[in-house]
């Protein structure tokens, strides 16, 4: 057999011996051929004709059936046998180790860590430091060496369960034969690989060998089978794996099988009930969080983009190329505000009664949002097409999860879900993705302490955080030290579950999505001057609630219609709060003809369909109170700055510096790039622009978004007035905003094109 070479990392060991040379075994050997392992691999196993079969498919370069025959001069020895029969395997191992080189380096392939751990301790006394406990999540329902597979660990995982004093060179080594057959490792204790494993793999199997089983017992066999649908095949295709190897599995796992299987009958239970009575609640509680979670956590363990899945868009590398020109004609409804997206959830979770949302942003910060409240026991029907349907369980009906809640990026939910969660009477901990990880939460843990929440942090106060459930809060007076609408909110949901007053007081505007809101829930919140406040035990009443258009999502099609000749655009439903219109008001002092139609409030926010028409725009010195009202737009300001006639001129804001990117740095280089004349300041910019409106502004070229979603979409809506193919790379996280906006610049009379979807 002959095995395509790969670039895994490479595996240096000279003489590696396999014990138990079946599928498992078989397809390491294999893919160590297929990475190109130059050392030699002979093979131990009962059965010799096992040991003949792999030699002549070329897996093994000798082999036989005594172990001290291959041991000589092994530098790696991989246990591949039944776990019930590694003690004994074990144990004529250590007899006749000492004819193995002097760093040999030993390892396993079993499932059940803590029954080989066992074997181990039995047969050397100790686990040996050289001996490093490992288990491949890959298999087939296939078995011996002739179903050998050289891709079966390719992007799988395999799950490494060290001991403490195990050998720093030794784990390595271990790490680098598994790399080099395409596997993701990864290092877990032994107590919970076993508990894991039992609620991932072995409770599954044992429920589909005890279904078939039961099915095939009985008279109506055959029809049943005979008509059996896909998912039928699909859920019982593991009862077809080896029932040896499954036996012994449950047996040496036997506690946490039966824990796993206590949680599974407690839950079957619960669901017959609801069946009984009709509880459509419940069961469309259970069945919607169960599908959103396996959708949800396969794209978090396959560290892919639940919304770019659920909109059909490419994964991994997403790069655009944007054709020059076009038209900007049209009338459109941009996503949801994501601000108001996370607090319509929060908000009607804890209501009592049925809240329908409408224009909810389906992104990854306001999906974890949603995800997490399913933890806590709440039905939410959809999302679907910006749809969300909350069967709210009151201020109190919230039920502790049974792990930590993961909010991916969204630091607004980590700092909101502070607050709620610190007057439940249930413990919960707050975790999220590498970057949340890394910013503090003091600011938030620090007055909640003062209200009498008990909150646990990580080192310099940043997550996750552990909140002790129980704690009776009392109302305060807080006054920010700084500016921040996360931090007001926090204490504001807080307070709903506190004694007496809680009262905030802020040294500037932020923005009043969350006392709005409330309001709108019919929850009061006053407001005097720069301090609002809210009495606590209070309820919050479900009702419906359209959120409006992102006014963020909507500037990159301001921009577009105010800088393309002839251009027409209308937007729909846009949030017109007076703390998030800097943008507007920046573009009008430019030139813009733009006009704000249809004005209304909804849920307590002021809404407007915005028209804009093409004008010709000026150059303009950016009022510094303008700048926090438009702090997310700039980048889209900056490329309407590019056609605007003459010098704009922006400083105070160095926070762009610190947002997704270094937006001033980042817009800079790619303006460079399209020879648009600048100037960098550590708190602004200079742009001039070319008001020729004859003549395309700039030129194309290749821009590197660094990842950053709105530095992507602002040189998209570049092109319309380019000479040249601008190309934009890094763009997949455009999805964490705007999902659909591809669709709607094309929509437009854009020509926006995918490039690539892939690594």
Known sequence: MRFPATNQSSCTEHKLVIVGLGLIGGSLAAALRASGFRGVITACDPDSDEIACGIDMGLIDGGGVDLAAQLAGATMVVLAVPVLAMESVMTSLAHVLSLAADN?????????????????????????????????????????????????????????????????????????????????????????????????SHLPHLLAFSLVDTLARQDERLEIFRYAAGGFRDFTRIAGSDPVMWRDIFIANRDAVLASLDDFESGLARLRQAVERGDSDALIATFDRASHARHYFDTLLNKTSYQAEYNMQPQGKVTYRVHPGGEAKGRLRVPGDKSMSHRSIMLGALAEGVTEVKGFLEGEDSLATLQAFREMGVAIEGPHQGRVTIHGVGMHGLKAPSGPLYVGNSGTAMRLFAGLLAGQAFDSELTGDESLTKRPMARVADPLRSMGA?????????????????????????????????????????????????????????????????????????????????????????????????????????????????????????????????????????????????????????VADIRIRHAPLTGIDIPVDQVPLAIDEFPALFIAAANAEGTTRLRGAEEL???????????????????????????????????????????????????????????????LRARDDIVIEDCANVATSFPTFVELANRIGMSVNVESGHD
């Open 657 to 719: 510096r610190v947002k997704e990117s270094d937006r001033i740095q980042a817009m800079a280089d790619g303006l460079a790039i399209l020879g648009v004349e600048h100037t960098v300041f550590e708190d602004g910019i200079d742009i001039v622009g070319n008001g020729n409106l004859h003549a395309p502004s700039y030129g194309g070229g290749r821009v590197d978004s660094l990842g950053d979603h709105r530095i992507a979409m602002a040189f998209a809506i570049a092109a």
């Open 454 to 606: 008990t909150i646990d942090t990580a080192d310099g106060g940043r997550p996750p955080l552990k909140i002790k459930g129980g704690a009776v809060l009392k109302g305060m007076f807080y006054d920010m030290p700084m500016a921040s609408a996360q931090v007001k909110s926090c204490l504001l949901l807080a307070g709903l579950y506190a004694e007496g007053e809680t009262r905030v007081r802020e040294p500037a505007p932020t923005r009043d999505h969350t006392e709005r809101m409330l309001n709108g829930f019919g929850y009061a919140v006053s407001r005097e001057g720069d301090t609002c406040w809210l009495q606590g035990g209070g309820k919050l009443t479900a009702g419906s609630i359209d959120v409006p258009s992102d006014i963020s999502s909507a500037t990159f099609f301001l921009v577009a219609a105010a800088i393309t000749p002839g251009a027409d655009i209308t937007l729909e439903h846009v949030g017109i709060n007076p703390t998030r219109i800097g943008v507007i008001n920046i573009l009008a002092l430019m030139g813009a003809d733009l006009a704000l139609e249809n004005e209304r409030e909804v849920g307590g926010e002021p």
């Open 104 to 200: 040999v380096v030993l390892t396993d392939v079993g499932s059940t860590k803590a029954t080989i751990r066992a074997c181990a301790i039995s047969a050397f006394g100790r686990v040996p430091p050289n001996m490093v406990l490992g288990h491949p999540i890959a298999g087939s329902e296939k078995s011996g060496v002739a179903a050998a597979n050289p891709a079966l660990y390719t992007h799988h995982r395999v799950i490494l369960t060290p001991e403490p004093d195990v050998d720093p060179a030794a784990l390595q080594r271990v790490r680098a034969l598994w790399h080099a057959c395409g596997a993701d490792v990864l290092e877990m204790d032994v107590a919970r690989h076993d508990q894991v494993l039992a609620r991932t």
